[in-house]
């Protein structure tokens, strides 16, 4: 039976890169999420300004106007905000990414090491067997020599 000396560190490689993989899944739902606020935010700011410039047709006072203007600025913060928070989440993103293909890596590095010892253990026992074989019709052949020359003398 054929037992791999590393299979420890092949089991905890394998941990590993599951953990890093739970992770990096959770990074693109926040990634995905981040998108989602934006885009709502986006489309927020363009629906005010669609709606502000309806209200000056229609003659919004300078109030009014002011107050569209300083929501419109605090949309455009927030907006500068997110998109900020989704370049540092992107970031992360590809940082966990190339974490877990270092982690693929060196776990498929192992599991070839093990291949490559359990195709020489298949080789060994297929070479033994093959000996065995050998040894058993040299056997039955002496032996029927052995009964020929004893029966022919």
Known sequence: MYTFNLQIVLDHRQFIEDNLKKELAEIKQQ???ARQQLDTMKRKEMDT????????????SSDGVIAYHAYLKRLAEQI???TSTLGKLVEV??????E???AMKR???LEKLKEQGLDRYNRAILKKEMELIDEVAVN?????MINANGESE
Not at 93 to 98: I, L, R, T
Not at 140 to 144: Q, S
């Open 31 to 33: 990634v995905t999420r």
């Open 49 to 60: 300004a669609t709606v502000l410039k309806e209200e000056q047709s229609k003659g919004l």
């Open 80 to 82: 500068d905000r997110q």
């Open 93 to 98: 993103e590809s940082k966990k990414q190339n």
């Open 100 to 102: 877990l293909l270092e």
């Open 107 to 109: 776990r498929q590095i």
């Open 140 to 144: 039955r052949f002496a032996r029927k």
